[in-house]
């Protein structure tokens, strides 16, 4: 058996695991790559895990258009998870739409409206979360597990792809013919929210359009806690 083969298989396995010993499950997915690896996997299957977004209101078309695929590819209604509508309504009125480029504060305050609570909301009352994160993804996710205690929202965190390089992504994409976010075609290898992310030029970090005005420190969204701390996400050297 191949590396991706064994990869493979012990993703297959897990993701199993999850669903037989820690219903209710569930897996949060932004539709990009990874998640659409995972989705597939689960789906195919008919694992019992329920897979949500966070629909922050400021996606990309693309992004939201990928609701419909998996729906026409899976049969499959994605959960959406939205943000507070009064909480939005007020950081509008009172800061701007796109006060976010403003400061670091003002951009962790809508992550925090936008995807921190309703992520706190989708997790409630579950046993486990899967998310499609990797360690070759960032430099700081190189000591990314498998399996992680989840102190923060009180239940076990998994990491099926953490082991995957990119390459097995869209090789397992590609030959299984999943449905992916266009946006992967035009330069964006990490997608979140519309104003937020842009295209990288061929050599930067993967993860150089997001937050792409702020010091490289001071990116966190908030979604990743790990021993109580949030996820830096600095570029890779
Ligand atoms: S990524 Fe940007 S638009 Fe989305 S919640 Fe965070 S600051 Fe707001």
Not at 42 to 62: D, P, Q, V, Y
Not at 120 to 149: C, H, M, P
Request: net charge negative; charged share 30%.
């Amino acid at each position: 058996m191949s590396d991706f083969q064994e990869r493979l298989a012990a993703t297959q396995a897990i993701l199993e695991r999850i669903a037989d010993d820690f219903e209710p499950a569930v897996f949060a997915s932004s539709l990009a790559a990874e998640d659409m690896v995972l989705t597939d996997l689960i789906l195919r299957k008919k694992l019992n895990i329920t897979i949500f977004s966070l629909e922050t209101g400021r996606l990309h078309a693309e992004t939201l258009g990928m609701l419909d695929k998996v729906k026409e590819t899976y049969g499959t209604e994605i959960k959406l998870f939205k943000p507070d509508a009064t909480a939005v309504e007020n950081y509008v009125s009172q800061h701007g739409k796109n006060a976010f480029y403003d400061s670091v504060e003002m951009r962790k305050e809508c992550c925090r409206i936008r995807k921190v609570e309703p992520l706190k909301r989708a997790l409630a009352g579950n046993k486990a979360w899967v998310t499609g994160q990797r360690r070759a993804q960032s430099a700081t996710r190189t000591e990314l597990a498998i399996q992680e205690d989840d102190a923060t929202h009180g239940l076990q965190k998994f990491n099926p792809l953490a082991d995957w390089s990119e390459d097995d992504v869209w090789h397992y994409l590609r030959s299984n013919n999943v449905p992916y976010n266009p946006l992967h075609d035009k330069g964006y290898p990490s997608i979140g929210c519309e104003p937020c992310t842009r295209a990288i030029q061929p050599g930067e970090d993967v993860r150089a359009g997001r937050w792409w005005w702020e010091n490289p420190d001071s990116k966190e969204c908030g979604l990743h806690v790990v021993d109580g701390k949030l996820i830096r996400i600095k570029q890779a050297v």
